[in-house]
């Protein structure tokens, strides 16, 4: 997929997500906004997989150690949602890290809990 292509993925999801926050706001669970963004992604027919385990590799051994991706977007887009103050270098070592054990080039932080959706955004492209 090309970066244009992906990019146009991201953009899906971002419409997505202000779908979502505009009909629901600041304040709710993470779990309220994980169902709703599924939801927005099945009315849009964007393509998803939620829950995606995120295997740890270690010394050759791929271990399930209960890691999961909220959703992974056309196979291409990992989008990690929050609902939290603010996002923090954990939440976003977290995203890296899960690029890099997906293998997958980009991702999506998309914290829920900010009156304005632009503001609890944060996009990553991870380099070949």
Do not use: W
């Not at 999801?13 to 779990?31: D, K, M, N, Q």
């Not at 909220?70 to 954990?90: M, P, Y």
């Amino acid at each position: 997929m090309s970066p244009l292509e992906l990019s146009d993925v991201s953009g899906r999801v971002i419409g997505a997500a202000i779908a979502v926050h505009r009909a629901l706001g600041p304040g709710l669970l993470e779990s309220s906004y994980d169902h709703c963004l599924a939801h927005e992604f099945d009315y849009l027919g964007i393509p998803f997989a939620r829950e995606v385990a995120v295997p740890v590799v270690y010394r050759q051994a791929k271990l399930d150690c209960g890691y999961r991706v909220d959703f992974v977007v056309e196979s291409e887009v990992i989008v990690e949602i929050k609902a939290v103050e603010r996002i923090t270098a954990v939440h976003q070592a977290q995203v890296m890290t899960y690029m890099k054990l997906l293998n997958l080039k980009r991702a999506l932080l998309i914290n829920f809990n900010v009156t304005i959706l632009k503001d609890g955004l944060k996009s990553f492209l991870r380099s070949s």
